[in-house]
C-alpha cells in the first residue's frame, strides 16, 4: 500500500493546484452516480442511427453497477486513502461507499468501451473522458491507484458484455444484422 500512496502523493505534491482543483472537480461530477453515462446512454437511445449503441451502454452500465457497487464493494469493504492516513484535506465531499474498486472508473469505462467497439469516432473522445475521470479520482485522493486500476479492468469487462448483450438483443429480438 506504500507504493499507492507514493503515487498519490505525488499527483498531490507536483499537480495540485487552484485551476486543476476546478477542472478536476467538475470532471470527477461527471461521473457522480453516473449521471453523464447515464445521459449519454439515454441520448444514444433516442437517435436511431445510434440506437444500438445506447442498448449497449446501457446495458453496460448496468452491468457496472450489478458487479462493481453492489457486489464487489461490499464483498471487499476497503477503506478509503483520505481515511488511513492524517491531515489529508480534500477538497470534494467525503465520498460514503467503500472504496475498491473505483466506481468513477468502472462506469465510465463501461459507458466508453462500447461505444469505441461500435463506432471509434464517438468511443474515442468517450474513452479519453473515462481516462480523465479515473484519473481525477487520484488527483482528488479519494481512491488507490489499484482502485482505479480494478474499477477501470470491471468497466471494460461490463462495456464488452454490454456490447455483445446488444448485439444479441438486436440479432435475436429486434432485427437482423445485414453482414
Request: net charge positive; glycine share 8%.
Amino acid at each position: 500500500m506504500d507504493f499507492e500512496y507514493v503515487i498519490l502523493d505525488f499527483i498531490r505534491e507536483n499537480l495540485s493546484c487552484g485551476f486543476l482543483d476546478y477542472i478536476m472537480k467538475g470532471i470527477s461530477y461527471l461521473g457522480n452516480a453516473g449521471i453523464f453515462w447515464i445521459i449519454t446512454a439515454v441520448t444514444l437511445l433516442i437517435i436511431p442511427k445510434t440506437r444500438k449503441i445506447g442498448l449497449a451502454v446501457a446495458f453496460a452500465l448496468i452491468f457496472s453497477l450489478l458487479i462493481c457497487n453492489i457486489t464487489i464493494k461490499p464483498l471487499v469493504a476497503r477503506v478509503r486513502p483520505y481515511d488511513l492516513r492524517e491531515g489529508i484535506e480534500l477538497i470534494v465531499s467525503r465520498p460514503t461507499d467503500f472504496s475498491f474498486p473505483s466506481g468513477h472508473s468502472s462506469i465510465s469505462f463501461a459507458g466508453a468501451i462500447p461505444m469505441l467497439m461500435y463506432n471509434k469516432k464517438i468511443g474515442i473522445p468517450a474513452l479519453i473522458l473515462a481516462v480523465i475521470i479515473a484519473f481525477s479520482r487520484l488527483y482528488l485522493y479519494v481512491h488507490f491507484p489499484t482502485d482505479v486500476l480494478c474499477g477501470m479492468i470491471v468497466g471494460s469487462i461490463c462495456g464488452v458484455m454490454g456490447y455483445f448483450a446488444s448485439k444479441f438483443i438486436y440479432k435475436r429480438f429486434i432485427k437482423k444484422e445485414v453482414a
